[in-house]
């Protein structure tokens, strides 16, 4: 089944009634906010980083930075008391903003909500490089995403098989504990993005603990019965 980051959003909200919605992207990531089915929130923000000030796509960017910085948005998300129940993070590709929108997203996400991650399964190393690259681009947001669920013992997460790989943090839920061995290899091949790239291909099912699409939802439906 082909399924794409925005439809998981909509499957998941559908399934557990969520009504809030934050997308955190820049003006070149992300890129589906049209596709958000805004009838079943009462709230759909978007934060949006590496933003020209005369950008624009026809729809709200309601937290918006020009540059890498986001901080200040992320402090009136925090001073306004905002929480959603399930975010797409489609971040700039590198790194450190990798995985600093992870610890945003999950300083707002709701006790019971959910955490969409993009292009955490890369197809190719070649569309894999600590710095951005013209052509397709995923960067090292799959090594952010590695680091960030397997240092944060009291998440649960999943990777599903589709578009790229997206991620799925649940900070409610029973958490994931993927074999300690392996991650002791990750964390030794990490400074290395294209030996990373190689163990992570090699070990994909048990370390980014990856389902199908079938699988998730069969998963998702067991959960709310």
Not at 51 to 57: G, L, Q, R, S
Request: glycine share 6%; net charge negative.
């Amino acid at each position: 089944m082909a399924w794409g980051k925005t439809d998981i959003v909509k499957h998941l909200s559908v399934l557990k009634g969520y009504r809030s919605y934050l997308e955190i992207c820049t003006a070149s990531t992300g890129g589906e906010f049209a596709k958000i089915d805004r009838s079943l929130f009462d709230i759909c923000h978007r934060l949006m980083y590496r933003c020209p000030d005369d950008f624009t796509d026809g729809l709200p960017v309601d937290f918006r930075a020009r540059g890498l910085d986001t901080a200040r948005c992320v402090e009136d998300l925090h001073r306004k008391g905002r929480r959603y129940d399930i975010m797409l993070v489609d971040s700039w590709h590198e790194y450190e903003t990798s995985y600093r929108d992870l610890e945003t997203a999950l300083s707002l996400v709701t006790d019971n909500g959910s955490i969409d991650v993009h292009d955490c399964l890369p197809p190719n190393a070649r569309i894999i490089s600590p710095t951005y690259t013209r052509g397709a681009w995923c960067g090292v947001t799959f090594m952010a995403y590695i680091d960030f669920v397997t240092r944060n013992k009291t998440l649960r997460y999943r990777t599903i098989d589709t578009d790229y790989g997206c991620g799925l943090i649940q900070p409610g839920e029973t958490p994931t504990r993927p074999p300690a061995a392996l991650v002791d290899l990750w964390n030794e091949s990490s400074g290395d993005p294209q030996a990373a790239f190689r163990l992570m291909r090699a070990n994909k099912r048990d370390l980014l603990q990856l389902v199908s699409v079938d699988e998730f939802i069969r998963a998702e439906a067991d959960a709310t019965r």
